[in-house]
Each structure stands twice: as structure tokens, then as C-alpha cells.
């Protein structure tokens, strides 16, 4: 039995698929593409998946896993990425299928962009700018089970890069996204709207990677 890792993007209204939706989705996509897919045992099987660091709703993504099970020995995996492509919805296209190679419990942090439109991209960078000028940036985060904690962002993002782009504005950083510290970069947004009246729903995001300790690509 062999781990099978997918590697997929996930952009525009593709990016408004809640997880369980997208758990459907790829169950059915991967009946479809004639995948050779171990089904669980028992009175109702089904094929059993793992998603890695999953995204909250509305954020686009150039870095998405799925892992499932297999049986099958010597099979093309990279040849099978264009048949599961074709049975997913628009916005969502498979890069890779190759067996995994690291635990999802080797993920430490993520990559993202936020991007600003040319018409918020000035009010967009004198906030950034401040928030890179700040000593501390605290939050409530919301844990499980409704339990709040304040975080500093600083502490986790003490600076993030700034690049305009085709007039507009794009924001790089990292930040953790590991099962025992992650931090949503849309409390980082919530923070500017609060502290300097940049609205959150200004800035799209982007995740662009996922890496582990060590700062190597999740794999």
C-alpha cells in the first residue's frame, strides 16, 4: 500500500469550495478518471484522502494537497495528472501526482501573496509600511474549541516584503501553518483594517507554497 500525493491548484471561484465540498469533488473526480484508487473495506467503501493545511474560504492557492491510497506497482502517476484534471471543475488543476514523500506533520509554515488592485495599491503600502514600523501587532486568535489567545504577528511575521506590480501592489510573506502554530493571514489583513482602515476584502490571497522546518519544499 502506497501513499499518493496530489498536488493541485485551487483559483478563482474554485476558491470558494468549503473543504467538505471539495472533499465530494475529489471523490468523485478520481472514481471518474479510472485512477487506481484503494477503497476502504466494508459496507460502504470509499477512498480515503487526507488534505494538507487546508485554506480558509475565498483564499486561492498554487500550493494544495491530497493525499489517497493505492495499490497499484509500477503505474505512471505523472501520466495520470491530465486524466484527473479533466473530471475537476474550473479552477482546480492537478500539477502533480507522484507518491509522498514527507508526513503532513512535516509542514511548519506557508508562503503567501496578498495582491492590491492599482486603485487600493497606495493606501495598501503606507499600511504595510506601518505595520513593518511596528513593534508589535496583536490579535485574538481563536483556537479550538472557541479558546481565545492573544498573539503578536510580529513575532511570527516581523517583516514582509512589498513589490509593485502592473500599478498594483504585492505583499510576500511567511507564516507558520504547522498543526500545533498557524496563523491565518487573514488576521494579519484584519490587523491593518483595525490599526490603519486598509479593509481585509481589499487584498486577495494567494498561497504560493508550503515548506517544512527546515525551510525545504513539502514534498
Not at 480558509?56 to 506497482?73: H, M, N, W
Not at 508589535?136 to 481563536?142: I, P, T
Not at 483556537?143 to 514582509?160: S, W
Not at 493571514?185 to 504560493?208: K, N
Request: net charge positive; proline share 5%; with cysteine.
Amino acid at each position: 500500500m502506497t501513499t499518493i500525493r496530489v498536488w493541485f491548484t485551487k483559483t478563482g471561484e474554485a476558491s470558494y469550495i468549503s473543504l467538505l465540498d471539495l472533499q465530494r469533488v475529489m471523490q468523485r473526480a478520481l472514481k471518474r478518471s479510472g485512477l487506481p484508487v484503494w477503497y476502504t473495506l466494508g459496507f460502504n467503501p470509499h477512498i480515503y484522502m487526507t488534505f494538507a493545511a487546508p485554506l480558509s474560504l475565498g483564499q486561492e492557492s498554487l500550493a494544495e494537497t491530497v493525499d489517497f491510497k493505492s495499490e497499484a506497482e509500477g503505474y505512471d502517476w505523472d501520466a495520470a495528472a491530465p486524466a484527473l484534471s479533466a473530471c475537476l471543475p474550473r479552477g482546480i488543476k492537478v500539477t502533480r501526482i507522484a507518491p509522498a514523500v514527507l508526513d503532513a506533520g512535516d509542514i511548519a509554515c506557508a508562503a503567501y501573496e496578498v495582491r492590491y488592485a492599482e486603485k487600493d495599491a497606495q493606501a495598501a503600502c503606507a499600511a504595510w509600511e506601518a505595520y513593518n514600523a511596528a513593534p508589535a501587532a496583536e490579535v485574538v486568535k481563536e483556537g479550538k474549541r472557541g479558546k481565545k489567545k492573544t498573539v503578536d504577528l510580529k513575532a511570527h511575521l516581523p517583516e514582509v516584503q512589498l513589490m509593485r506590480k502592473n500599478g498594483g501592489l504585492v505583499v510576500c510573506m511567511r507564516l507558520p501553518a504547522g498543526s500545533v502554530l498557524n496563523v491565518n493571514p487573514v488576521l494579519v489583513l484584519g490587523w491593518l483594517e483595525q490599526q490603519h482602515g486598509l479593509p481585509a476584502a481589499s487584498g486577495d490571497i494567494l498561497r504560493t507554497g508550503i515548506y517544512t522546518r527546515n525551510g525545504e519544499k513539502f514534498s
